[in-house]
């Protein structure tokens, strides 16, 4: 009982492989307690340094966004 407890609480992230494929597309992004925003991903960063505590980040439009920060993520088919 207390193992499904537990497990309801941990929070799955978003994959560093799916945050790739998102660079140089339109996507949507949705978070925990904050509006969905949608727009092009410029780049997908990591520090190079395996030894630095920093997240993978995506880059969308003015934000920097944290891989703990997304709920889901959605590539967008291009409009044409």
């Given at each position: 009982?207390?193992?499904?407890?537990?497990?309801?609480?941990?929070?799955?992230?978003?994959?560093?492989?799916?945050?790739?494929?998102?660079?140089?597309?339109?996507?949507?992004?949705?978070?925990?307690?904050?509006?969905?925003?949608?727009?092009?991903?410029?780049?997908?960063?990591?520090?190079?340094?395996?030894?630095?505590?920093?997240?993978?980040?995506?880059?969308?439009?003015?934000?920097?966004?944290n891989?703990?920060?997304?709920?889901?993520?959605?590539?967008?088919?291009?409009?044409?």
């Amino acid at each position: 009982m207390l193992y499904l407890e537990i497990k309801k609480r941990v929070k799955k992230m978003i994959s560093i492989k799916e945050m790739k494929k998102c660079e140089g597309k339109k996507i949507r992004l949705t978070f925990e307690n904050v509006s969905p925003i949608e727009g092009f991903c410029q780049c997908y960063l990591q520090s190079e340094d395996e030894d630095e505590d920093e997240e993978p980040m995506l880059e969308v439009g003015e934000y920097l966004i944290n891989q703990s920060e997304i709920k889901t993520l959605e590539i967008l088919k291009d409009e044409k």
